[in-house]
């Protein structure tokens, strides 16, 4: 059974950080595609960040030199530490699995998590 488990969200203001874990099992993890992906309240769910099985990372534009995402194969774990956090950074995030990814487009993840809901206040 697939199962990923998001944990760190929380609430911080403006220009703070935090560092979001998403915990994988049921799978081969690392043969999987990994990503972040976030909701707004009232917007449409949007990808954040993806990386690879060979680790190349892709980022949406509004997180790029903020967010980095990471991950660790004997772990089965997946990491997105977000710095200069702004109140558009407001949403619930997501952790998902693809058998591959297309940038930070969500149409090839078939796994995805509970979400873990950070808030940033001004």
């Known amino acids: 059974q697939v199962q990923l488990q998001e944990s760190g969200g929380g609430s911080v203001q403006t220009g703070g950080s935090l560092r979001l874990s998403c915990a994988a099992s049921?799978?081969?993890?690392?043969?999987?595609?990994m990503g972040w992906f976030r909701q707004a309240p009232g917007k449409e769910r949007e990808g954040v960040a993806t990386?690879?099985?060979?680790?190349?990372?892709t980022y949406t534009d509004p997180v790029k030199g903020r967010f980095t995402i990471s991950r660790d194969n004997a772990k089965n774990t997946l990491s997105l530490q977000m710095n200069s956090l702004k109140p558009d950074d407001t949403a619930m995030y997501y952790c998902?699995?693809?058998?591959?990814?297309?940038?930070?487009?969500?149409?090839?993840?078939?796994?995805w998590g509970q979400g873990t809901k950070v808030t940033v206040s001004s």
């Open positions: 998902a699995a693809a058998a591959y990814c297309d940038g930070v487009l969500e149409r090839t993840f078939s796994y």
């Open positions: 049921g799978f081969t993890y690392s043969f999987y595609c």
């Open positions: 990386i690879t099985t060979g680790f190349y990372r």
